[in-house]
């Protein structure tokens, strides 16, 4: 295969950093986007110079010239159309969560398997070269035995009204946020060591006149090996994306800031433009963050599935891993709602 041919689905905040991610890999082409809007998706094909817009997703899963189909489409749609995908026997790549709630996941991975096609599951952080870095030095034994994991994930609040609705994304700050902390704990200790049990709190402390969901939420995830994973949740955090991690073992640990010890720093009397993802505020101190793509794992996750398109190689993370962490997050919302641990059911 000389170029992978992508179907990018979606025209909004993840197909942007999809695009961004895919503008820096080569032997591939986004040869047509979908959005649900006529207007958005050729917004959004001018934007990215993509020669093909469509509103019509029948037709285009029934294209037989994609060789990709990238699903960055909000959560209540991504059961349905997967399933749509795999009918038609399609190479797939879904967004986080990979659905919401763990009956939703499991048929969208059952589907994908029985259709022998690829499927892969978009979860940036375990491709952020920080954290990639990181679990080579776990590898290597440089902090012995892990221990325990700390991950936050936090901002100001969704940027799209829809992520409000709780019906629409099956949760709050937990199931937008915790998906990244939750497979960055289970890369840091080893898939091999699963999560058996967590306790989870979650509450709504500011935006009560938004959303019925959390908006701050703890889950502690308890590894079959003992190990303890700590997440940190917010929509009520300011000044910017906030991503940190911190991995303790035996015999060192390890620190990761992607966002707050960013290389510049920046005092502006006026208005100096785009800063970070999720930023308050354009002037006064601030810390900018170049090649966000590259930064949060977009650049490297899109390099990896076209070239396990290309080769017809397993992508690392798959279906599995996001039914997996959809498994998680059901028994963490089961622990929010009856305060005490809650064993993991897969």
Known sequence: ???????????????????????????????????????????????????????????????????????????????????????????????KPLARNRKEARAMLEAARRSGALHGYAETEVFSPCVVKAREMIERGGIGRVLWVRSRESHSGPHSPHFWDVAKTGGGAMNDLACHCVEA???????????????????????????????????VLKFSSGGIGHCELSWTTKGGLDLRNEIHGSEGSIFTDVTRGTPIQAFTAKAAGYIVEKADLDFGW?????????????????????????????????????????????????SMRGHRWVKVKY
């Open 286 to 334: 601030t810390r900018p963050l170049p090649e966000e793509a590259f930064a949060y794992g977009y650049q490297a996750e899109m390099r990896h599935f076209v070239e396990c398109v290309r080769t017809g190689t397993t992508p690392r993370e798959t279906f599995e891993d996001g039914y997996i962490v959809n498994c998680i997050l059901d028994a963490g919302y089961q």
């Open 185 to 219: 704990a289970r890369y840091f200790f080893g898939k091999q060591d699963r999560i058996v049990e967590v306790m989870a709190w979650g509450a709504n402390l500011v935006h009560r006149d938004k959303t019925k969901g959390e908006d701050n939420a703890l889950l």
């Open 1 to 95: 295969m000389n170029e992978v041919r992508i179907a990018m689905l979606g025209s909004g905040f993840v197909a942007e950093f999809y695009m961004q991610g895919l503008a820096n890999v080569g032997g591939q082409r986004v040869a047509v986007n979908y959005s649900r809007g006529l207007k958005r998706a050729g917004e959004f094909a001018r934007r990215w110079s993509i020669p093909e817009s469509t509103t019509d997703l029948g037709a285009l899963i029934a294209r037989d010239d994609i060789d990709l189909y990238i699903v960055a489409l909000p959560n209540e749609e991504h059961l349905p159309v997967s399933l749509a995908l795999s009918r038609a026997r399609r190479n797939q790549v879904c967004t």
